[in-house]
């Protein structure tokens, strides 16, 4: 049995930043792929970061320097933190976890290579 438990979102102003946690149990973080999604009304829902089996890490072009995916092995624990937020952040986010197999790069940011999903935690950037 699978379980991702997001928390950490909330209202910030722009500029400032949140750090999102994904508490994992039946799952080890350290040995597959994983995820931050987000998901804004009225939007698709988008890959913001992912790590790899190795741990080597990608982001969308429009987090990249601000946002940064980490994790805890001892906590078995996914974290995203978030800083210089946007109204533009503005979404739902969600910890995605995969299943076996090796993705690297790009297919860390697709949904369709995730199976386990958490759900989600709201964050919210004001002007």
């Known amino acids: 049995q699978v379980q991702l438990v997001e928390s950490g979102g909330g209202s910030v102003q722009a500029g400032g930043s949140l750090r999102l946690s994904c508490a994992a149990s039946?799952?080890?973080?350290?040995?597959?792929?994983m995820a931050w999604f987000r998901q804004a009304p009225g939007k698709e829902r988008e890959g913001v970061a992912g790590i790899a089996n190795d741990g080597s890490t990608i982001y969308v072009d429009s987090v990249k320097g601000r946002f940064t995916i980490s994790r805890d092995i001892f906590k078995n624990t996914l974290y995203l933190q978030m800083n210089s937020l946007k109204p533009e952040d503005t979404a739902m986010y969600y910890c995605a976890a995969g299943d076996f197999g090796y993705y690297y790069g790009n297919a860390l940011l697709l949904a369709s290579s995730y199976k386990y999903w958490g759900q989600g935690t709201q964050v919210t950037v004001s002007s």
């Open positions: 039946g799952y080890s973080v350290s040995r597959y792929y």
